[in-house]
């Protein structure tokens, strides 16, 4: 049976002390077990036979690492206005974001998608951030200054609210080549079991 009201919404992103994100279309850090720990969560599924849809832009698709294409779980939806020929290990293109969520709840995808991952870039979070039907954020804090150029966009502290634990997500420091970072969750308020 088809859900066609609404998919759970989830971004993800790791961003340094002033939420820098990227320096001219790449990452500005190589941290490979939080990019482990990033393509763990896009593509974990809690049902058999579901898949993922993760939505980005083309800059965003251009930073994933070879190694790790095709994702399993998962269904890309890349978005671009330009764009007209289908990259390698993307299966879709559309123009905005309201595309995607109506391919996601229709058929033959309404089936098939558990959840919706935003993986970038900024204008994506910004606007899908306020969409209703997000309800996770999940930013890796990087405890450094990086020069960067894109930055992820201020949480709304009225509306998430950053979580103590969450499972799955470990909550102590990380330590990698030389740097720390910690997994947040935020939790759309209204979403919070008492």
């Not at 609404?6 to 993800?12: V, Y």
């Not at 990452?27 to 049902?47: A, C, G, M, R």
């Amino acid at each position: 049976m088809c859900d066609t009201h609404s998919k759970p919404i989830k971004l993800i992103a790791a961003a340094c002390k002033n939420l820098g994100i990227g320096l001219k279309g790449n990452l500005p850090w190589h941290l490979p077990n939080e990019y482990k720990y990033f393509i763990n969560k896009v593509t974990s599924v809690t049902q058999p036979g579901k898949k993922n849809l993760l939505m980005l832009g083309r800059i965003s698709f251009g930073t994933f690492d070879e190694k790790y294409l095709p994702l399993p779980n998962c269904v890309v939806a890349l978005l671009s206005k330009k764009e007209s020929n289908l990259p390698k290990h993307a299966h879709y293109i559309c123009r905005n974001e309201e595309e995607v969520l109506k391919m996601a709840v229709t058929p033959p995808l309404c089936d098939e998608v558990e959840t919706i991952w935003i993986l970038g870039g900024v204008e994506t979070y910004r606007t899908m951030m306020k969409h209703p039907w997000c309800d996770e954020i999940y930013l890796t804090r990087i405890e450094a200054d990086f020069e960067c150029d894109t930055f992820f966009p201020k949480i709304n502290q009225e509306v998430f609210s950053l979580m103590d634990k969450y499972p799955g997500v470990p909550s102590e420091v990380q330590e990698e080549k030389g740097l720390t970072y910690v997994f947040q969750v935020y939790k759309r308020i209204e979403n919070i079991k008492s």
